[in-house]
């Protein structure tokens, strides 16, 4: 373990070779760089055309992580007086220390479209003179009960008392795609958490990284807001194994790299 991962750090220390470890030259439409970009940026308005430049800055090996540990404790007083005290105390001292192989702070400029539509007509109809019979009749796509429901109304009659005008909102389509606009550009901040793996043992992997990835959250914070969509969480992970580890009776680098994609993590395997 030690000789692969002695072997990994001396390679990473050029900004270059991390550079293609995070985009190796294979990979021509940047696919793993794009799935640690998911692990942390999940889209919901916006969509990831192109990755334009991937910038590395700062890169860390052997970085302690230390989960908070919370004791919580419960005191009672019984005589003279009755009181009773709740507390919950941090105790990061006594916490477990984690160690991360490797994270690498970087920058990712990229092209995005959009996938958010504007609003493009309103449009109103009074409906206080429609009884119920004629309002079902005109408005048949509509759940009348499920309405009903939404606007917190006992009845039609009240419908009408509180909403006597109904609104027809139509938003035109997302605009084209233009690669070459310059608004399409984004930058977004990743930190990308890396453990060096010399073996394929995929339930020892599994377990290392979720512990890890626990302990990253519970002390990093987020990335700044992202206009695109949600945010996931404070790094993205990359479990890097070795090649020649991969043989008959192991898994292959495909079934490896499907199964930690499903758990939010990704892979890489290097030679050493």
């Known amino acids: 373990m030690t000789d692969f991962a002695d072997k990994l750090m001396l390679r990473y220390l050029d900004p270059a070779n991390v550079h293609a470890l ?46 908070p540990l919370l004791a919580r404790a419960r005191f009672e007083q019984l005589a003279p007086t009755t009181a009773q005290v709740i507390g919950t105390v941090e105790v990061p001292a006594l916490a477990q220390t984690r160690w991360l192989d490797m994270t690498v702070q970087t920058a990712v400029t990229v092209r995005v479209s959009s996938s958010s539509a504007l609003l493009d007509s309103m449009a109103a109809k009074d409906v206080s003179e429609l009884s119920e019979a004629d309002f079902i009749a005109k408005f048949e796509f509509l759940d009348l009960a499920g309405l009903l429901k939404a606007a917190r109304v006992g009845s039609y009659t009240e419908l009408q008392a509180d909403f006597p005008r109904l609104y027809k909102l139509h938003y035109a389509d997302p605009p084209a795609y233009d690669p070459n606009d310059p608004a399409t550009r984004r930058t977004y901040g990743l930190q990308v958490s890396a453990l060096f793996l010399p073996t394929v043992d995929l339930v020892a992997a599994l377990r290392l990284l979720r512990q890890s990835r626990r302990a990253v959250e519970a002390v990093s914070p987020h990335p700044d807001g992202y206009e695109g969509g949600d945010l996931l969480a404070a790094s993205a992970w ?19 790299t499907g199964l930690l994609g499903a758990e939010g993590f990704v892979a890489a395997f290097e030679t050493v």
């Open 238 to 256: 990359l479990a890097v194994f070795p090649t020649d580890a991969i043989g008959p009776g192991t898994p292959s680098q495909d079934d490896i």
């Open 22 to 67: 995070l985009v190796p030259s294979a990979d021509a439409s940047a696919q793993r760089i794009r799935a640690l970009l998911a692990n942390v940026y999940q889209p919901r308005l916006l969509t990831v055309e192109a990755v334009d430049e991937v910038d590395v800055r700062e890169i860390q090996f052997q970085v302690p992580i230390v989960e």
